[in-house]
Structures are given as C-alpha cells and as structure tokens.
C-alpha cells in the first residue's frame, strides 16, 4: 500500500469536520456612529494618491508671550510744526504791593565823560598867569567842562586821558602848562620862531572826585600867544575817562 494514500486517508477526516464559523450581522439595534477625520468624507476612490491629511498647528500666544523689554533709546526730535495764531489776551491781573525803596543813588555811578573844545580866538598873555577859555563845544557829556571857566571837572573817578592842540605865533614864545587843581602836570612849549606850527601834548591823569583839569598861559620873559583866527579853529583841548574807578 502506497504510504501516501495511507498518510492522506488519516489527515482528511479531521478536516472534514473542522465547523464553518463566519460573523453574521447583528441587526438588533442601530450601528453606532464613529469619530471620522475630515479627509474620511472622501472615499477610496475619490481620495487622490499619495494624499496626506493637513494638520493644522494652534499656538497660544498669551503663553508664549515674554518679558517686557528694555526701553529703547529716544528718537530724533521732528521738524517744528508751523506756529499758531496769537491768542487772545488774558484779562489783567490784581494790582501787587508796593516794594520797599531802594538804597539813595549813587551820582558816581555814571560811567562816562568825555569833552571836546575849541577856540577860535587869538590869545596873547598879559599876566603871569591867564586861564584859556574856550568859546566852541564839539563834545560835552553832562556838562562836566565849564565854558566860563575853562576848567573840567571830575565827576567820575578814574584815568583820563588829555589831549591839547595849539598853534604858534611868529616870532612869539607860546608856553602853557596842563594843570591838574593848582598843580602843573605837563607844559606845552614852542620858542619863537619866524615860521608858526601846530603844537600838541597828551597825557593821561588819575582824577579824583571832584578835581578840576584846565590850561593856563604863563608869561616868562617874552611875549607869550597863541593863534586863532575866526575861520579855522587852531586850538583845541580833549578829554575822555578810559577806566572807572
């Protein structure tokens, strides 16, 4: 006998009686509904291939929100707008108190003299000692220079300076001193000659409150003049304060 068949014979009757088990449909009560993604709407044959379904990430903001920075450095300054129309005037404000007075001036306290002057006169010297007098003002600040006496006075302390211009006469001495009160502080001094020219001296003199700066001719052992006339001024005599006290 063929071990074949003998081996065939005994496996077939277990088969045979092996039960036929399938899953049959249970219709008692309605399926169930499942959870579906949005790409299930399609079905397989409506799907493209190779087609993944889109995930879209939400972020919370709020959460991932940081710190507050540091302030950041300031900006350029903008152009000017255009200026606006003046406004109305406010109404006037109350009346204040009366301040107390003040310290008594000071008449000192003028900072400035000057004077400028001349002489269209002649002058010949007939004494010892003759004042020059002036009869033209070019400059005279607060009347400081006396025209009546030739003299001016100090009325600010402080360094003048002193100019004096005078013109000789022929064959004539002229000798003058620039006086300081009763003092003699320069000389102007030309000796006769038979050509007449224009002398000059300049100084410059501390003065002291109410000191008195004036010209006067002296008669030594000539004839002593000086020269004017009424058309041209040839004698002049200047003074400036240059530094207060």
């Known amino acids: ?71 950041g450095d300031k900006g350029t300054p903008g152009k000017s707008g255009q200026e606006g129309s003046t406004g109305w005037r406010g109404p006037e404000g109350p009346k204040g108190a009366k301040g107390n007075a003040g310290p ?39 009347k400081h220079f006396d025209m009546f006496s030739g003299k001016f006075r100090c009325h600010v302390p402080g360094v003048y300076f002193f100019n004096v211009n005078v013109h000789t006469w022929n064959f004539k001495e002229t000798y003058l001193h620039v006086m300081q009160n009763e003092q003699e502080r320069a000389i102007v001094y030309a000796q006769p000659s038979d050509r007449s020219i224009m002398q000059s001296q300049s100084l410059m003199l501390p003065l002291d409150l109410g000191d008195d700066v004036w ?30 006290e």
């Open 1 to 71: 006998m063929n071990t074949g068949a003998v081996m065939f014979g005994v496996l077939v009757p277990p088969l045979l009686i092996l039960p036929f088990v399938t899953s049959v449909p249970h219709h008692s009560s309605p399926p169930t509904e499942t959870c579906r993604r949005c790409c299930d709407s399609l079905g397989p044959a409506e799907r493209p291939p190779g087609h993944t379904p889109e995930i879209r990430t939400i972020i919370n903001m709020t959460i991932l929100k940081g710190d507050k920075g540091d302030r």
């Open 104 to 142: 008594p001036g000071d008449p000192c306290k003028t900072h400035h003299a000057a004077f400028s002057v001349g002489r269209r006169k002649a002058l010949h010297s007939e004494e010892n000692y003759q004042v020059l007098v002036f009869d033209t003002v070019f400059v005279n600040l607060d």
């Open 215 to 244: 010209l006067r001719l002296y008669k030594h052992e000539r004839e002593n003049a000086i020269y004017s006339d009424d058309v041209d001024i040839y004698i002049t005599f200047n003074g400036y304060l240059i530094k207060p």
